[in-house]
């Protein structure tokens, strides 16, 4: 789903944990302590965190505000070497109960060819810890790939306007992969990231 681009870039701030000079300050504190959740009532072909990467080698420390991340990232979903990825994420709210949609979210239908993009705010906030850039560059994230990483903290910050960010909320993250005559992979990746939006 494509929206305005006030609003995709709202959600790329959310996501991208980039401090932007504007309104209000909010604060994500992860909720679980395994940063990703699954995704419920997905069919077998819909694999979680762990069908895309082996994270055994990946350390996550967890602060009362962020996350000290180390480590390797191997990607081991079965995907073929220059597959199109697509990126869809879809914010929701929990209220009384239940997960409500919210109007953020963000498909980005070449994720490939943006992952080590300077200008981009998973670069500033996560892929330029990355040591090995040069190395895996054009390898996104087809399997065998391995990110190796220096430590560094991951601390959501968030600036937005005109919006109720506050309470629990959840990101859900799609990958969808394509081959070259654009078919779909047959496995497809779902995950989801839970955490309390908090004034700061
Ligand atoms: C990460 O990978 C490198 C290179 O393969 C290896 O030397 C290092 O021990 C790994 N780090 C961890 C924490 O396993």
């Known amino acids: 789903m494509w929206f305005e681009p006030k609003i995709v870039f709202e959600v790329v701030l ?10 209000i300050k909010y604060r994500f504190n992860f909720e679980n302590e395994g940063v990703f959740s699954d995704c419920a009532n997905e069919p077998r072909s819909v694999k979680n965190m762990e069908g895309l990467a082996d994270l055994s080698e ?15 990232i191997t990607y081991i979903w079965d995907i073929q070497p220059g597959d ?11 209220d009384r109960g239940s997960w409500l949609p919210t109007i953020l979210s ?14 981009q705010y998973w670069y500033k906030s996560w892929t330029k810890n990355i040591i090995n850039i040069d190395e895996i560059k054009d390898k996104c994230v087809y399997p065998g790939t391995k990110a190796i990483h220096k430590s560094f903290d991951l601390d959501i910050v968030i600036e937005i306007s005109g919006l109720p960010w506050r309470g629990l909320h959840k990101m859900i993250f799609r990958f969808k992969a394509f081959d070259s005559k654009n078919v779909i992979r047959p496995t497809s990746i779902c995950f989801a990231i839970v955490g309390e939006i908090e004034r700061m």
């Not at 959310?14 to 309104?23: C, D, E, G, V």
């Not at 199109?84 to 929990?94: K, Y």
């Open 14 to 23: 959310l996501i991208l944990f980039l401090n932007q000079s504007s309104a």
């Open 58 to 72: 990946m350390t996550f420390k967890y602060n009362m505000e962020f996350v000290a991340l180390s480590g390797n």
């Open 106 to 119: 963000l498909s980005i239908a070449d994720m490939c060819s943006k992952l080590y993009d300077e200008s």
């Open 84 to 94: 199109r990825v697509q990126c869809d994420i879809q914010v929701f709210r929990f």
